[in-house]
């Protein structure tokens, strides 16, 4: 992956793609830039719902798949033929998703009269 960052780097795009070898066919794939979650909310977000999760006597994936569920649905793919309907994994989010993720998060335990500490980077829930 290359991230054009300015446009006096897109010259190395055109670098980029001369220099693959001939020998063989390429896809180069332009899209818009998102910026994936950072550690800091990944653990954020995991210590959560590993804390709903104890509270509630359930298990911590259930906790995030039911809060992926109703943050983002189902995604459906077709496989074979056959539909697949799949939620979202949280290593898929950009850092916006994810604070909408983490929001949501908050917003259950709060409902659950739960209380979640500050996230601190580096901080274990467990």
């Known amino acids: 992956m290359y991230v054009i960052l300015t446009p006096e780097r897109l010259p190395r795009v055109d670098e980029l793609v001369k220099s693959c070898p001939m020998d063989g066919t390429w896809a180069v794939l332009i899209e818009p830039w998102k910026k994936i979650r950072t550690s800091a909310q990944n653990r954020t977000f995991h210590g959560y719902c590993h804390i709903i ?7 911590i994936e259930y906790v995030k798949d039911k809060l992926k569920l109703a943050v983002f ?4 793919r077709e496989l074979n033929g056959n539909i697949l309907r799949e939620l979202r994994s949280s290593a898929s989010l950009d850092t916006k998703e994810m604070a909408k993720l983490i929001e949501a998060t908050e917003m259950l335990a709060a409902n659950l009269n739960i209380t979640l500490p500050f ?7 467990r």
Do not use: C, H
């Open 53 to 59: 999760a104890k509270e509630i006597g359930e298990d």
């Open 73 to 76: 649905g189902v995604q459906e």
């Open 119 to 125: 996230p601190l980077q580096g901080r274990d829930f």
